[in-house]
């Protein structure tokens, strides 16, 4: 049975750090990528970052590019999303996803229909 776990969310001041975690099992992790998905009240989910854990290629969204860093330890499954400099509109539930990316859909990585597996989420609120 597929499981992905998000923790590590909470409540943070602005300029602030969080660092949530996916712990993945159930599935072949080294071929698929993992996502990293928010979504705010009244919003669209909204892809935030992206890893492959086979080759460690990494893709962000312009807005959290040079905040936040994925990485992922192969050995446990688990990705990582490091948050910096947390703003008020960070500011969302998120999501870990998994999925296969052919290289032709790698572009278009923030794309949710993309991903098969999907965590429950974790609230992360950051305050002004």
């Known amino acids: 049975e597929v499981h992905l776990v998000e923790s590590g969310g909470g409540l943070v001041q602005a300029g602030g750090s969080l660092r949530l975690s996916c712990a993945a099992s159930?599935?072949?992790?080294?071929?698929?990528?993992i996502g990293w998905f928010r979504q705010a009240p009244g919003k669209e989910r909204e892809g935030v970052s992206n890893i492959k854990s086979g080759d460690s290629t990494t893709y962000y969204a312009d807005s959290v590019k040079g905040r936040f860093t994925i990485s992922v330890d192969n050995a446990k499954n688990t990705v990582y999303l490091q948050m910096n400099s947390l703003k008020p509109e960070d500011t969302a539930v998120y999501y870990c996803?998994?999925?296969?990316?052919?290289?032709?859909?790698?572009?278009?990585?923030?794309?949710?229909?993309?991903?098969?597996?999907w965590g429950q989420g974790t609230q992360v609120t950051v305050s002004s």
């Open positions: 159930g599935f072949a992790f080294d071929d698929y990528a």
């Open positions: 996803a998994a999925g296969i990316l052919p290289r032709s859909r790698y572009n278009n990585w923030y794309i949710a229909l993309y991903y098969d597996y």
